[in-house]
């Protein structure tokens, strides 16, 4: 479904990521864990559009898409949750709801099912649909960012470290959510430092290391590779 093939993307001089390639298959989980500073959130910009690779290509669905801007990307079904959930505070939950489905341009009735189908699975959010998105907890902000990317219809969701600072009875809820999206088809590519949750729940896994792939495997081979367990599983619990 997603194929990135050597692809290398810099902020100015510094190289973030180095000619990585990574394959994700429809209907998977595919996770890709790393330190802090590995270039994760890089390469997931660059996959939905927002960093521009200084080489290697992107190909979903067997398109080339390198070079498509990103609003574009998300009518092909590629959305993007980002790191730290970069929701509108000032603004109402339903507000930021809708703007997930901007590229989409949907009637309003459209719109009213789009919405809908997120109230369902995030009943928090309805509940608090006209009320600032800035009063809700980390969680339902890390909610509030799933639903809004869910919002664009993807077939491909990219979750930039749904867990970071969120305490573990919600970060269960979170990774039932996105067991629950695989069961309804949507492919995934999960960012995570929580290496062990990640590496539990996916299919294929990739390790990110200064910018570079440097393993990659099954989510279970990954999980007993003693390398992995002493860099990424110490805290473990
Ligand atoms: N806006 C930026 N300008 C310059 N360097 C950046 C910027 N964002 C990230 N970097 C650098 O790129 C590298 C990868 O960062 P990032 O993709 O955020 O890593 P991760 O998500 O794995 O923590 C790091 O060395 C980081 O300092
Ligand atoms: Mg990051």
Not at 103 to 110: D, E, G, I, P
Not at 127 to 150: F, H, K
């Amino acid at each position: 479904m997603l194929q990135l093939k050597n692809i290398s993307v810099s902020y100015g001089p510094i190289e973030a990521v180095t000619d990585a390639s990574i394959n994700v298959e429809q209907g998977q989980v595919v996770a890709i864990v790393g330190a802090n500073g590995a270039g994760k959130t890089t390469l997931l910009k660059a996959i939905a559009g927002l960093m521009q690779p200084r080489s290697g290509e992107i190909l979903f669905e067997g398109q080339a898409i390198t070079a498509s801007p990103a609003h574009r990307r998300v009518q092909y079904g590629i959305a993007l949750s980002p790191e730290g959930r970069q929701v509108f505070p000032d603004q109402s939950i339903r507000d930021n709801l809708e703007l997930g489905a901007y590229a989409r341009r949907l009637t309003s009735a459209q719109l009213t099912d789009a919405l809908e189908e997120q109230y369902r699975l995030f009943p928090r959010l309805r509940e608090r649909q006209n009320q600032m998105s800035v009063t809700l907890s980390g969680g339902e902000q890390q909610m509030l960012a799933i639903a809004r990317a869910l919002m664009g219809a993807p077939r491909l969701l990219l979750l930039d470290e749904p867990s970071l600072g969120l305490a573990p009875l919600i970060i269960k809820e979170i990774f039932a959510i996105i067991r629950d999206l695989r069961s309804r088809g949507i492919t995934i590519l999960l960012v995570e430092q929580m290496a062990n949750l990640a590496l539990r729940l996916a299919d294929r896994a990739y390790v990110l290391d200064s910018g570079r792939i440097t393993m990659s495997g099954t989510g279970a081979e990954l999980l007993a590779h003693p390398e992995i367990r002493k860099a990424y599983l110490g805290n473990a619990h």
